[in-house]
Each structure stands twice: as structure tokens, then as C-alpha cells.
């Protein structure tokens, strides 16, 4: 009949559950979506409060530093702590994450390190006691609270094709799950005219220091070369002795040491 040839039920009826399957599909994609940029934003939340929890420095009757101190590294060209991002691995090494100098000043599980005896080294003249003497052979260790499954140690090594430092093309630093003696540091005296007699002496919270890299001999250093990620902009981190017209090393090279008030 007339009816049937113009209305075909079927067209219609195909047309609207196919509209009505893609857009439950475009819901459903889009729910997938927001539960992954849930997820990652939960990820993110939870990276977030794990890196900026904060954390207690080592108060220091005597005002030496000692074996198992947590301290933070203040960089004189940057101002600011040395500093870890469990959010930004490091893409060319296993269970590794990169290390910048933030603009926060709060002690927190980023900012945060333990000073360790490194197995291989004895201390200086051979003190029996636990302070933290020049030229001995130190881990700096990442704080518990920003990783309660595994201990993570400063580490630099020479430069290969596939690992420099992002920006300045220097030596990388980073932290690293595996204690090997590319995590063996040792404090030595800024000023080189009086850095032979310091040897053995001991390291005192707020002093200045350098950081050599044990097993490249190159000094820990930062750089005002912005370096963003979550945090916002930070400062480049490299192992790399930078020196002055006198063979001084720069402020890029110089840290302070800081304790608990």
C-alpha cells in the first residue's frame, strides 16, 4: 500500500539506534577518558603530596654534620635546593629520576637527603666517630618519604650519546635505585688555597662546600637554565666543574649546607 512505500520503518528505526549506539559509544569513550584523566590526575595528586610532604632537618647540637643526618644542598648560583622529581624520570636509565635545584625553600621529602658512609670508603685519619669529615667518601640518600619501596642515591656519570644533562650537555645527576661508586661523593673545602688542610677536617651545617663526583671528579653543580615540569620552573642540575679567571670554582659549583633550627 500507499502507507508502507512512505514510511519505511526499518530506514528509521536503523538510522536512530545507529545515533543512538554512537553517542552512548562517544559517552563511553569520553567516560574512558575522564577515568584515565582522573586516574592520572589522582597519579599526579598523590606524586604531588609524596614529593612535598614535609619533612624534619637534623638539628646540630655542636654544629658538626654527621653520618645519618637528613640536610638539604642549597646551590649560591640558584638559591635553591637541590631537588628530586619522582614525576619525571629519567628516560635513558632504569629506575632513575632527574634532579633539578627548586625554587621552594621548605624541607621537604624532594628536598630532603641522608648522608651516608659509602661502603668503599673509611673515614679520613680514621675516626672512630660518626662526623662527616672533608674528603670522605659519602651516598647522599633520597629521604623515606618520597619513596617508602625503595632508597635512591645521587648519581652522576660520564657523558655517553644517550646521557647528559638536558640543557648544558654536562654530566647528568640524578637519583638511582643502585649504590655502585657513580653515587660516591665527598665534600671538599670551596676555597682550593685552603682545600688540602681542610682534609680531614670536619664539615659543619651552613658551611660552604663543593661536591665532587668520586668517580668522574667533577663537581656537583646547577645553573640558572630553566627547567620545567610539575613543580613549574626549575633550575638545571650537571656534574661539572666550572672554574674562574683565579681556578676557583664559580657559584654554580657551591653549596650550603643545611640542618634543623
Known amino acids: 500500500s500507499l502507507m508502507t512505500q512512505t514510511y519505511n520503518s526499518k530506514v528509521l528505526i536503523g538510522n536512530w539506534s545507529e545515533d543512538l549506539e554512537l553517542k552512548e559509544l562517544r559517552i ?34 655542636d654544629g658538626n654534620v654527621r653520618y645519618g643526618d637528613v640536610i ?19 628516560n635513558n636509565m632504569e629506575g632513575a629520576y632527574n634532579t633539578t635545584t627548586a625554587q621552594s625553600s621548605e624541607p621537604q621529602a624532594r628536598t630532603a637527603f641522608t648522608i651516608e658512609r659509602a661502603p668503599s670508603g673509611p673515614s679520613l685519619m680514621g675516626h672512630s666517630d660518626d662526623i ?3 674528603g670522605d667518601l659519602v651516598h647522599l640518600v633520597c629521604h623515606q618519604a618520597l619513596s617508602s619501596d625503595k632508597v635512591l642515591f645521587l648519581q652522576s656519570e660520564l657523558i ?27 665534600f671538599a673545602a670551596f ?19 663543593l661536591l665532587m663526583h668520586q668517580n668522574t671528579n667533577q663537581c656537583l653543580g646547577s645553573t640558572k637554565k630553566a627547567y620545567r615540569n610539575l613543580f613549574g620552573v626549575e633550575w638545571e ?25
Open 160 to 186: 655517553t650519546p644517550t646521557k647528559y644533562s638536558k640543557y648544558s650537555r654536562h654530566q647528568q645527576v640524578v637519583v638511582s635505585e643502585d649504590p655502585d661508586y657513580n653515587t660516591v661523593w665527598r
Open 28 to 61: 563511553k569513550e569520553f567516560m574512558e577518558r575522564k577515568g584515565k584523566s582522573e586516574l592520572l590526575l589522582s597519579k599526579t595528586q598523590t606524586v604531588l603530596q609524596q614529593n612535598l610532604s614535609p619533612v624534619e632537618l637534623t638539628v646540630s647540637e
Open 191 to 209: 676555597d682550593p688555597q685552603y682545600r688540602v688542610e681542610m682534609e680531614g677536617e670536619p664539615v659543619t651545617q651552613n658551611a660552604t662546600v
Open 132 to 134: 662527616v669529615r672533608y
Open 237 to 261: 642540575m650537571f656534574a661539572k666543574t666550572l672554574l674562574d679567571s683565579h681556578k676557583a670554582e664559580k657559584d654554580e659549583n657551591k653549596f650550603s649546607i643545611m640542618g634543623g633550627k
Open 72 to 90: 638539604m644542598l642549597f646551590n649560591h648560583a640558584t638559591s635553591g635546593p637541590v631537588a628530586v622529581n619522582m614525576a619525571d624520570p629519567a
